[in-house]
Nanobody
Framework: QVQLVESGGGLVQPGGSLRLSCTAS????????MGWFRQAPGKQRELVAH???????NYGDPVKGRFTISRDNAKKMVYLQMNSVKPEDTAVYYC??????????????WGQGTQVTVSS
């Protein structure tokens, strides 16, 4: 029943900007932590950004100062604003939400991923 859907991925030039969105739906009682992971070709999956319900954030070192995570609790959405993107940012980006649903214990849910390609 719970579903997370990403949007906003695509092709962007180096130095450009992109905004990813993720929407959670389906019998949700409370959302706690939300965030983004990514997996680039030949690399392990890594944390990009994390945000708790109170708004505190943390970022992986490669994206600090360039990416910003935010959330809209009323809309059950989390965003990733990507500025000054680099070719090294090319990856599949996955959103997640740590939440309590009507019929399940608190657990993490994941989106299917959206491809971001940074290239000229």
């Amino acid at each position: 029943q719970v579903q997370l859907v990403e949007s906003g991925g695509g092709l962007v030039q180096p130095g450009g900007s992109l905004r990813l969105s993720c929407t959670a739906s389906g019998g949700i009682v409370s959302i706690y932590n939300m965030g983004w992971f990514r997996q680039a070709p030949g690399k392990q999956r890594e944390l990009v950004a994390h945000i708790i319900s109170g708004g505190s954030t943390n970022y992986g070192d490669p994206v600090k100062g360039r990416f910003t995570i935010s959330r809209d609790n009323a809309k059950k959405m989390v965003y990733l604003q990507m500025n000054s993107v680099k070719p090294e940012d090319t990856a599949v980006y996955y959103c997640y939400a740590d939440l309590l649903a009507l019929t399940t214990e608190r657990r993490a849910y994941w989106g299917q991923g959206t491809q971001v390609t940074v290239s000229s």
